[in-house]
């Protein structure tokens, strides 16, 4: 609901809620002939079946009374021959109908079908009609004397040709046996009066849902008026007392509570007017506060940037104080192992000094990158990468872990020697770092198609989330050292050069697989350039 009204103006909320009072007026009048018309069709239906049972009772009546007639005929006349009291009784029958409309004849046939009496179609007389049938296909003839078995007899309802008017309508009619004589007895009666009667109850319908609905209309529009009138006044009401608050807070003046008429719009006002009393006080140290923090702020800029460029120096400073002696320590260990043999101690200070020297590697980086350019050159990937397992390798030995490498031959990329360095030993750092007591380092490098694949994979703890892995200054174990910053600059080496880097963590096993693309672009100019 509040979706629906929201960033919306009063008169379009006005809008709407007339249009949703109309609509529920509308539904209001189609449920009122709904039950209208409902009860009207139950009430025809109503007299359509006690039509039909008045009827039913009527022509039964007078089939009985003819059975009657017959069987007290045939009882007190038992010196006349069959054939002549039988004969007596069909004329007296055939005068036993309606004289104003020709219907309510009784007809009489035998059970085989035979008619005896019909004193409309008298040419029917001596005809065996067993096998008629009427429009719809009922075997009229044969039901009825089927029915007339029963012993109460029953009703068949067809079609049949009505004589006063010469068209064929739906009758009903009853038959009942006179088993002595094997005759089937019955009358019946058209069903077309019916229509007259549901005619006149349709028109008196009509007539009093019509009063009804004009009276229910007027009512409702007249009462959908006066509401209308009223919310149109209270809301008029509303949106003074709103543009009065708005002008009001518009031109920064108090608002006049007294010509606010709701009493929750005065309490508005009176809270408005009180901030502004308030912002009022504040505005006048504003600019006096605002000029002193602004100095404030500027010493702090000019102190934080001392800071910064005294840090830089530190750093490059430091850097540049930490290559030479561990420049020299690099090469006496190389000159002892040249001259000695292997010493274990030895070993573990080369080690170390090699993980020193690929954390200034990684902080040189930092600092010059952002001020030099790395041309791209063309590279053996195959060695290179050989070169750095066997630089790495002292340092692997020292936490016994060890190198397997599955390595192609002759496979050149164009890249920055630097970077691609970068790239190496921070994951052979971090696969070492991070790798179980005696595990096996993984290392292989491939060509797929046209991209070249370099995969790292070592024996660890599965990482949960390997996203952060990337986070400047962001450690998965604060234990094993480090500053955190190896793995960013790979990313941000990868970003820069289009480089796809994927990270799969499961089972204490973890890839890193790095996806060279064999870039046109940059061939051709390295082509270009070379030439």
Excluded at 14 to 36: E, R
Excluded at 128 to 155: A, E, W
Excluded at 199 to 221: A, E, H, R, W
Excluded at 422 to 428: A, G, P
Aim: aromatic residues 12%.
């Amino acid at each position: 609901m509040n979706k629906l009204i929201l960033n919306k103006s009063i008169n379009k909320i006005n809008f709407f809620s007339l249009l949703f009072a109309a609509v529920l007026l509308v539904f209001f009048l189609l449920l009122v002939f709904y039950n209208s018309y409902t009860q009207y069709k139950s009430d025809i239906s109503k007299i359509e079946y006690e039509y039909i049972k008045s009827q039913k009772k009527f022509i039964e009546q007078e089939t009985k009374r003819a059975l009657r007639f017959i069987s007290y005929k045939h009882k007190n006349n038992k010196s006349k021959s069959i054939d002549e009291l039988q004969k007596e009784i069909v004329d007296a029958i055939e005068h036993m109908r309606n004289s104003l409309d020709g219907t309510g004849y009784i007809f009489i046939y035998t059970f085989d079908g035979v008619n005896i009496a019909d004193p409309i179609l008298k040419e029917n007389a001596g005809k065996n009609l067993i096998d008629f049938t009427d429009p719809n296909g009922k075997k009229v003839i044969y039901d009825l004397i089927d029915v007339s078995k029963n012993d109460n007899g029953g009703y068949v309802k067809y079609v049949w040709n009505k004589p006063t008017t010469n068209t064929l309508e739906e009758k009903i009619s009853y038959a009942i046996s006179y088993k002595p004589w094997k005759w089937m007895i019955g009358t019946g009666v058209y069903l077309d009066n019916i229509q007259i009667v549901l005619d006149k109850k349709k028109q008196t319908y009509y007539n009093k849902i019509s009063s009804y609905l004009v009276q229910v209309v007027s009512i409702m529009i007249v009462m959908f008026i006066i509401g209308v009138i009223v919310y149109r006044y209270l809301m008029s009401i509303l949106q003074d007392d709103i543009r009065l608050i708005r002008e009001s807070s518009e031109k920064l003046k108090n608002i006049d509570t007294k010509k606010i008429s709701f009493k929750e719009f005065k309490q508005v006002a009176l809270h408005i007017n009180t901030m502004k009393d308030n912002l009022n006080d504040l505005n006048k140290n504003l600019e006096k506060k605002v000029h002193q923090r602004t100095k404030e702020l500027e010493k702090s800029e000019r102190y934080v940037n001392e800071l910064v460029v005294k840090q830089d120096r530190f750093v490059k400073d430091a850097i540049h104080e930490i290559n030479t002696p561990l420049s020299i320590i690099i090469t006496n260990i190389d000159l002892f192992k040249l001259k000695l043999p292997a010493n274990k101690y030895l070993s573990k200070i080369e080690a170390a000094s090699k993980i020193i020297h690929n954390i200034y590697n990684d902080l040189e980086y930092m600092v010059k990158k952002d001020r030099i350019e790395y041309p791209k050159e063309n590279i053996s990937l195959d060695l290179f990468i050989l070169n750095r397992i066997e630089f790495f390798n002292e340092i692997a030995i020292a936490n016994n872990l060890n190198f397997k490498s599955k390595i192609e031959n002759n496979i050149n990329i164009l890249f920055n020697t630097i970077l691609l360095q970068r790239i190496c030993d921070n994951t052979l750092s971090n696969a070492i770092k991070y790798s179980y007591k005696e595990s096996i380092i993984d290392i292989n490098l491939y060509k797929k198609h046209r991209d070249v694949y370099l995969d790292i994979i070592n024996n660890g703890d599965t990482i949960d989330d390997t996203d952060k892995l990337f986070e400047r200054y962001y450690r998965e174990n604060s234990s094993r050292g480090g500053f955190g910053i190896g793995l960013n600059i790979i990313k941000e080496i990868c970003i820069e050069n289009k480089i796809k880097l994927e990270v799969h963590s499961i089972d204490n096993l973890t890839t890193f697989r790095y996806i060279f693309t064999n870039n046109k672009k940059d061939k051709e100019k390295y082509e270009n350039t070379t030439a």
